[in-house]
């Protein structure tokens, strides 16, 4: 796809205009391929890029396009390491990330950013393995470990099935939810093809959630939770079925939807998994890590206290 060969200077005139429109105007390339030009970094403005296809020009520019130039790094889609041993490593995850891929084509996953940012820091990325122990939800940010030995998948694994890893939780649920114990058995399928809760004896794993309340907002409860056990969905599932579930929430609102239920808007799912600890799995040193929720859940909890 052929891009403008030279510089060249935005008229007067071109102020209000987007990004996106005047590079379109200069190479004659479809909106689509102009988009992913910008979007992946191969537009400057006065030698600085810009990546937002939408940006606004004051007119006066220097503009250039350059397909070689590099994919900017992208601070939401990365993993902040906090630990990084022969055994085991833990990151921050951003929400929007997979722990896992699902499918053999899924990428961007939180493994993926591990690796990636392993060859910034000139190490062997492709040859360390990185053995699944912990998962969190794709919309959930936060805290995650995974093993990189044998002696660490077992140790870390044997810490999560007896419940002796600390895992805490800072969340944000629908409504004036109180402090609270839940304690329920899980089932795949409740019956209307959402995982949820059995009513029938025998059925499903068991799962306890601790709840207690932080702060109240308006229409919301800021709480922190503690799992003792950690099923897929748990937190989820829990407070939704308890009549709050979480702001976010796009999965399990059928019953709160039915009850005429007034749902907050909200940027993503508001849960932050904040705390993880537990003891090394071979020197047997405690670990224990504890990151805040990052911006864009923080400025969404500040603004409904006012």
Known sequence: MPAPADPWTLPADAA???????VRDRAGEPWSVVKRWIETGKVAL????????DHRVRGGERVAVKLAAPRPRDPAREADILYDDAHVIVIDKPAGVSSVPYDDRETGTAMDLIRGAWRRM??????????????????????????????????????????????????????????RTIESHLVVDRGDG?????RHAGQGKRAVTH?????????????????????????????????????GE???????????GVFLPAPRLMLHAATLGFAHPVTGEPLRFERPPPAEMSDWIRARRT
Request: hydrophobic share 40%.
């Open 250 to 260: 796009t999965v399990y609102i059928r019953d709160f939807d039915a009850a005429g």
């Open 46 to 53: 006065d030698g600085a890029t810009v990546t937002a296809v």
């Open 211 to 247: 709840v207690a309340v932080r702060e109240r907002l308006r229409g919301a409860t800021v709480c922190d939770v503690r799992l003792e056990t950690g099923k897929t969905h748990q937190i989820r599932i829990h407070l939704a079925e308890a009549g709050h579930p979480l702001v």
């Open 194 to 198: 959402l995982r949820g809760s059995s």
């Open 16 to 22: 209000g205009a987007t990004l996106a429109a005047v």
């Open 122 to 179: 000139g190490k062997k990325a492709t040859v360390t393995p990185l053995l699944v122990v912990h998962r969190i939800d794709k919309a959930t940010s936060g805290l995650l470990m995974f093993a990189k030995s044998k002696r660490g998948e077992q140790g870390l694994g044997a810490q999560l099935r007896d419940h002796s890893c600390e895992r805490a939780y800072v969340c944000v649920a629908h409504g004036a939810l109180s402090p």
